[in-house]
Nanobody
Framework: QVQLVESGGGLVQAGGSLRLSCAAS????????MGWYRQAPGKHIEYVAR???????YYADSVKGRFTISRDNAKNTVYLQMNSLKAEDTAVYYCKAVVLGVGGARDYWGQGTQVTVSS
């Protein structure tokens, strides 16, 4: 079994910054892509950013230039540095990892961490 544990959420004023972390542990052979998604109240979950095992990064247009995704392969951890936060960034943020384990590859999700941006 694999667990993803997120941390770093909280309350911040508009224009501020937060850094989210997500650490994977358990029966891991390797991890390919790792990413972040978010779900605002009353809305569907949406893609935020992802990083490949090789370090290539991709972003949703809504966060491009403000958020930076990175990963530490030695620690099986992905980060999301969020700058210039806006009220519309308020959401529960979830990390996702595509993990190759003993039984094959599958997606795993974290439990979510709340980010609230006050205007």
């Amino acid at each position: 079994q694999v667990q993803l544990v997120e941390s770093g959420g909280g309350l911040v004023q508009a224009g501020g910054s937060l850094r989210l972390s997500c650490a994977a542990s358990g029966s891991i052979v390797s991890i390919s892509a790792m990413g972040w998604y978010r779900q605002a109240p009353g809305k569907h979950i949406e893609y935020v950013a992802r990083v490949t095992s090789g370090g290539s990064t991709y972003y949703a247009d809504s966060v491009k230039g403000r958020f930076t995704i990175s990963r530490d392969n030695a620690k099986n951890t992905v980060y999301l540095q969020m700058n210039s936060l806006k009220a519309e960034d308020t959401a529960v943020y979830y990390c996702k990892a595509v993990v190759l384990g003993v039984g094959g590859a599958r997606d795993y999700w974290g439990q979510g961490t709340q980010v609230t941006v006050s205007s």
